[in-house]
């Protein structure tokens, strides 16, 4: 199992809690971006600096991914990838991507981006408050206990 994080936009303190995940874990996690990060010095977490360009990062996500494999993104089109290969797919707001959900997703992120190509303004997404940290730190938590369980079968 590994960890990959899609850092270019991910927020600093959800990184902070998957750098502590990664140490008490002992999982391997890389963070994928188009500029240098700074990565606490641990044998399990690599920062890996790709070209910029438009989905760059997200193909080498893609590209390393394995079955099982956990991807932190609030990239749509990068999840739905990322369930098509095997992986799990959580944002940074503690929401997990799934089979399920990932079409409708999709669909109202397309729709939305046809209404900006027209010029309406949408709006962004809220600021990330404390209950969204609480509940990625809680899912994170859930998802690695029960990887971890499975590994002991």
Known sequence: MHIWVDAD???AVIKDILYRAAERAKIP???VANKLLRTPRSPY???VQVPRGIDVADSHIVLGLA???LVVTA???LASDV???GGYALNP???FYSPENIQERLALRNYLDELRGTGERTGGPAALD???RKRFADQLDRFLAKVKVGDRR
């Open 93 to 95: 707001r503690g929401e």
């Open 130 to 132: 404390n209950t969204d």
């Open 29 to 31: 996690m890389t963070l």
């Open 83 to 85: 369930i098509a290969k």
């Open 67 to 69: 079955p099982g494999d």
């Open 9 to 11: 936009a991910c927020p």
């Open 45 to 47: 977490i690599r920062a």
């Open 75 to 77: 990239d749509i089109p």
